[in-house]
C-alpha cells in the first residue's frame, strides 16, 4: 500500500534537512579553524619592543591580548603589574591582527619566560605564543689596519634596545694573552641603542696604540671583547697587518779563482719602522765557488 504524503511535509523535511546540514558545516568550520599568534623574536632584552602578528581570527572581531609570566610565582605579581593587563585590538577583513608590548625595564622580566595569549571575542578562538626575557647583548664590529699606514681604526660596541650601558673592552692577542682592558672613550645613546667606541691608531713611523692609552698593539690578530654588568658579552676579531718589509742584496766582487764568503750583512733595507731592525740576514749565491766563472766570459 502506498501513502501519500502532502508537499508541504516533504518541503518541510528538505528544509530541516538543509538548515542540519548547513549548521553541520558551520559547526565543522569553527572545529577546524585555527588561529595563530607570534612575535617578531624570540628573546627580547628589558626595554625593547615586541611585534606581534597574528592570523586566522573571524573577520573584524575583537581580540584580546596578554602578555603573562609561565613561572607560578611571577604570574601571581603580573595582576597588579600595568604592563602584564590585557589589551584589545580589532582584526582586519582577512582576520589579521598586528600590536605591539613593551618589555618592562623595572620589572621581574630579566630572564623570564613570557607567555602571549590572543582570544576572539566573536569566534572565541585562541593562540598562543611563548618567549623569553634575557639580557641584552653587545654586537662588536670586526676591524683591521696595516702596521705603519697612517689611519684610525675604530672599534665599535653596540647594545640593541637598552641604553645608558658602559661595557669594558679586553683585547686579548693569539696567544690568549690579555694586552688591553679599559672602557669606551666614547660612549653615548642612539635611538635607545648604546654606542660605545674606543680607537686604535696606526702612524706612518710605526706607532700603535689604544686611544688614551700607551698600550701598544703590534701587527696580529687580537680579539675584542665587550662586557658589563647585566649584559652578555660580544666579541669580534681586531686584524693589524704586518708593514711591507724589503730586503736587497748588495752587489759583490770577488778575485776568480777564490772563495767568497758572505758576513749575513751585504743587505739593504727599506720599510723599517720605529725601532725595528734587521741585523744578519741569509745570502747564497753561485758566484761564491772558486770555480764560478768571469762574468762576461769567455773572452
Request: glycine content about 8%; some cysteine.
Amino acid at each position: 500500500m502506498q501513502i501519500a504524503l502532502p508537499k508541504t511535509f516533504l518541503g518541510n523535511l528538505i528544509s530541516r534537512g538543509t538548515l542540519l546540514i548547513c549548521l553541520l558545516a558551520l559547526t565543522s568550520a569553527r572545529i577546524f579553524a585555527q588561529a595563530t599568534v607570534q612575535t617578531d623574536k624570540s628573546d627580547y632584552p628589558p626595554g625593547s619592543t615586541v611585534y606581534i602578528t597574528g592570523s586566522g581570527f573571524q573577520a573584524n572581531e575583537q581580540v584580546t591580548l596578554q602578555v603573562l609570566h609561565t613561572d607560578t610565582t611571577s604570574a601571581t605579581e603580573d595582576g597588579s603589574s600595568p604592563a602584564h593587563q590585557p589589551w584589545t585590538v580589532t582584526a582586519d577583513g582577512s582576520g589579521n591582527i598586528s600590536s605591539t608590548w613593551l618589555v618592562p625595564l623595572d620589572e621581574d622580566e630579566l630572564n623570564s619566560a613570557l607567555q602571549l595569549t590572543a582570544v576572539g571575542q566573536t569566534s572565541g578562538l585562541t593562540a598562543k605564543w611563548t618567549f623569553t626575557d634575557a639580557n641584552p647583548s653587545w654586537t662588536v664590529t670586526s676591524v683591521s689596519g696595516t702596521y705603519g699606514q697612517s689611519a684610525s681604526v675604530t672599534l665599535t660596541a653596540t647594545l640593541s634596545n637598552s641604553a645608558n650601558h658602559t661595557p669594558t673592552f679586553t683585547i686579548t692577542n693569539s696567544a690568549n694573552h690579555t694586552v688591553f682592558t679599559g672602557t669606551p672613550a666614547s660612549n653615548t645613546t642612539v635611538s635607545g641603542h648604546t654606542v660605545a667606541t674606543l680607537t686604535y691608531y696606526l702612524t706612518s713611523d710605526g706607532s700603535a696604540y689604544i686611544q688614551g692609552t700607551n698600550t701598544l698593539l703590534p701587527a696580529g690578530s687580537y680579539t675584542i671583547t665587550a662586557s658589563g654588568s647585566g649584559t652578555t658579552s660580544g666579541s669580534n676579531t681586531l686584524t693589524v697587518a704586518q708593514a711591507a718589509l724589503t730586503i736587497t742584496a748588495k752587489n759583490q766582487t770577488k778575485t776568480y779563482g777564490t772563495v767568497f764568503t758572505f758576513a749575513g750583512t751585504e743587505f739593504t733595507t727599506s720599510g723599517l719602522l720605529g725601532s725595528d731592525a734587521v741585523t744578519s740576514v741569509t745570502l747564497t749565491s753561485p758566484g761564491t765557488a772558486a770555480t764560478a766563472t768571469v762574468s762576461g766570459s769567455p773572452y
